[in-house]
Each structure stands twice: as C-alpha cells, then as structure tokens.
C-alpha cells in the first residue's frame, strides 16, 4: 500500500484539527503528535519510489507459509 506523502499530510492536519477542536490535549501530547507526525513522513520517504513489489514480499510468494 503506497500512501502519498500529501496524503500523510492531510491525514495528519485532520488529526491535529480534531484533537485541537477536543481542547483537552495538553501541550506535551502535541508535541507527540507532532513527532508522530515526522516519523510517518520518514517512513513514507523510505519506502520504494518504485511501483515494484518490496523483497519481503517477493520472498513470500516465492516461499509460502502456513
């Protein structure tokens, strides 16, 4: 499953604006949001560019499990 990184993005400002909106959230717990945030972004960057299957699953359709 790819995920854009303008996806991430809106995903993450729909999240903030409902915890924002909730006004109970301290300012620690936005803060790890927003570091949330960055990993995510991180993890989308890393992911293949390519449209290609990763080698974790080509390895699964080469060795099935149970």
């Known amino acids: ?3 854009s ?3 991430l993005e809106e995903r993450v400002a ?3 604006k409902i915890v924002s909106l ?3 959230v301290s300012r620690f ?3 790890t949001i927003r570091v949330f ?3 995510l972004l991180l993890v989308a960057l890393a992911a ?3 449209k290609s299957e990763g080698w974790w699953v080509k390895s ?3 060795n099935p499990t149970d």
Do not use: A, F, T, Y
């Open 37 to 39: 945030e960055i990993i």
């Open 5 to 7: 990184l303008m996806e």
């Open 60 to 62: 699964l359709h080469e």
């Open 14 to 16: 729909r999240l903030e």
């Open 22 to 24: 909730e006004g109970r």
């Open 48 to 50: 293949p560019i390519s």
């Open 1 to 3: 499953m790819e995920v």
């Open 29 to 31: 717990e936005l803060r």
